[in-house]
């Protein structure tokens, strides 16, 4: 049985080349689910990642990829051809009617109960940060908060000399304590907003304050920002005055100087702070993907579903965003609510964005992106459907707003609204509580999150040439056992966490942040 290519479920109609395949080769799938296996002889050059038909296709006839249709035939597509943009159109349109299957959502819960049941016994320990707030930190860095982006400059020098100063000038974790680092969190953002928008701003870097992974944390203003202290401090709350000061810097004749001053007492501060051992539930995994491929939801996006399931089946919190990447693969979610609240707030989480994109005029399913396509992504249903497999098989016990941090109750699959863009998603992640990020790619890509974020790769020529980006190399999954991948890269998980090792982005030195922004700049 050839490994050249692969039918996702039972039901496709359609099979996604594991490599590159010319014209004449024949491709004989395994029988699955008591469907019979299939020998095609391919009419065309596939791409890898890109699709091929199983059979003959009528013209309008659902294409099924993952058991679930991903468009439909703009023409008769004979078997053996290839299956992508010129011959499929979306079948998505705006608002839709959703119902919640109660015996569906049990069958599903008690079926991810009963595979994840062994996991339950065998927690890992990772050594991490123990606040006082009982969340945990996988690093003990120093943050620098700027409250507008007039003061942007002044935050990045004072984090150059607070890393000179406390680190020997490179910012690196370790497995004992003490401060790992110093950071700033620039953006443009924090006066001329109005509305939602200013207030988005203020609970996202009230959040980033708050983020346990910071043993302690500058804020600095400017002084006649709309974001100033006292409004920002209204989204903050209470707050350690030893673990987080303020300096508004139009109130000092010398800001580099004061900003040192207090750099110094925040050291004295977090340098205190040792790694102590914890259950891995304790950490709080973000999860994501970015330039996409078709390679993404069977191996990157597949392998941290595995992830979620052990995450979620031992007790532990894990987040998903992206909800424009969700559109046309809902109902896989919302199969899986545990109960009519959480389906009725998902309900509103799909049908909110799509609010969104038409209070700007636009259509909500203008995805996937050129580079998608490139990569044999057809439509957003194809993205959407190989996005949602990072949610594993996970209960669905949660579902936060912009903005919103997660509750230490929420253990489980949460939902969390955001958009599809990386370094906005990944902030939202960060902001709600996140302690570290797995990223899938199949196109590359080197950004990173204020937190640790494992670039996961869908095929090993990517995982070869940007050996500089990329942290695991899911592709191995077509090559061992699912398991032995899952536990490898759930040791890595460990490692990172506990200081042993750094992810890519931590190593490079990319790190930053990008706030939701949907309103009017004045």
Not at 81 to 95: P, R
Not at 165 to 184: D, L, R, S, W, Y
Not at 444 to 451: D, E, K, Q, R
Not at 485 to 502: E, H, N, P, T, W
Request: contains cysteine; charged residues 25%.
């Amino acid at each position: 049985m050839s490994k050249i290519a692969i039918r996702i479920n039972s039901a496709d109609v359609v099979a996604v080349a594991l490599e590159p395949l010319v014209k004449g080769t024949t491709v004989t799938l395994e029988a699955m689910d008591n469907v019979p296996e299939v020998t095609v002889t391919l009419q065309e050059d596939i791409t890898a990642g890109h699709k091929f038909a199983l059979r003959d296709i009528k013209k309008d006839e659902p294409i099924i990829k993952y058991g679930y249709p991903i468009g439909a035939a703009t023409e008769e597509i004979k078997t053996g051809c290839h299956v992508h943009t010129h011959n499929i159109h979306t079948l998505l349109s705006d608002k839709l009617e959703y119902t919640y299957n109660e015996p569906a959502a049990k069958a599903a819960y008690d079926a991810w109960y009963k595979d994840t049941e062994s996991l339950r016994t065998n927690v890992p320990t990772v050594n991490v940060y123990k606040r006082p707030d009982g969340k945990v930190g996988s690093r003990n860095e120093i943050w620098i908060v700027p409250l507008v982006g007039c003061v942007n400059k002044i935050s990045e020098n004072l984090a150059n000399w607070g890393n000179a100063q406390f680190c020997g000038g490179e910012p690196k974790a370790n497995e004992v304590g003490g401060i790992e680092g110093v950071f700033t969190w620039t953006h443009p953002y924090g006066c001329s907003q109005m509305g939602g928008d200013k207030e988005t701003t203020a609970k996202v870097l009230a959040n980033l304050v708050k983020h346990p992974n910071a043993g302690a944390v500058l804020v600095v203003s400017l002084g006649c920002e709309e974001c100033n202290v006292p409004y920002f401090k209204e989204f903050l709350g209470e707050y350690d005055e030893n673990r987080v000061k303020f300096m508004v810097t139009q109130e000092h004749e010398d800001e580099m100087e004061q900003g040192k001053k207090l750099l110094k007492e925040l050291a004295e501060f977090a340098g205190k702070f040792k790694r102590e051992p914890a259950p891995l539930t304790d950490i709080v995994l973000g999860m994501k993907c970015g330039g996409s491929d078709g390679m993404s939801g069977i191996t990157a996006n597949a392998l941290i579903g595995r992830i979620c399931d052990a995450m979620t089946g031992m007790g532990g919190r894990v987040m998903l965003t992206e909800v424009p990447e969700m559109f046309g693969a809902e109902q896989m979610l919302m199969n899986r609510c545990v109960d009519k609240a959480r389906f009725d707030k998902t309900v509103d989480l799909i049908n909110g964005f799509k609010d969104y994109y038409a209070r700007h005029n636009q259509v909500c399913y203008e995805n996937p992106s050129p580079g998608n396509k490139a990569g044999g992504i057809t439509t957003l249903e194809d993205k959407s459907l190989g996005c949602v497999q990072k949610g594993g098989k996970a209960p669905v016990t949660g579902v936060l707003k912009y903005g919103e941090r997660l509750p230490q109750e929420n253990v489980g699959l949460t939902l969390l609204e955001g958009p599809g863009n990386d370094i906005v998603s990944t902030t939202d992640m960060t902001s709600a509580g996140a302690n570290i990020i797995l990223f899938s790619t199949g196109r590359g890509t080197p950004l990173g999150a204020p937190v640790p974020t494992v670039k996961i790769a869908t095929n090993h020529p990517l995982a070869q040439k940007k050996s500089g980006w990329i942290d695991f190399d899911a592709a191995r999954l077509l090559d061992e056992p699912s398991d032995k991948v899952r536990d490898a890269l759930l040791q890595q998980i460990v490692d990172i966490c506990s200081g042993r090792a750094v992810t890519k982005n931590e190593k490079n030195g990319y790190r930053e942040i990008a706030i939701f922004k949907d309103g009017v700049t004045l």
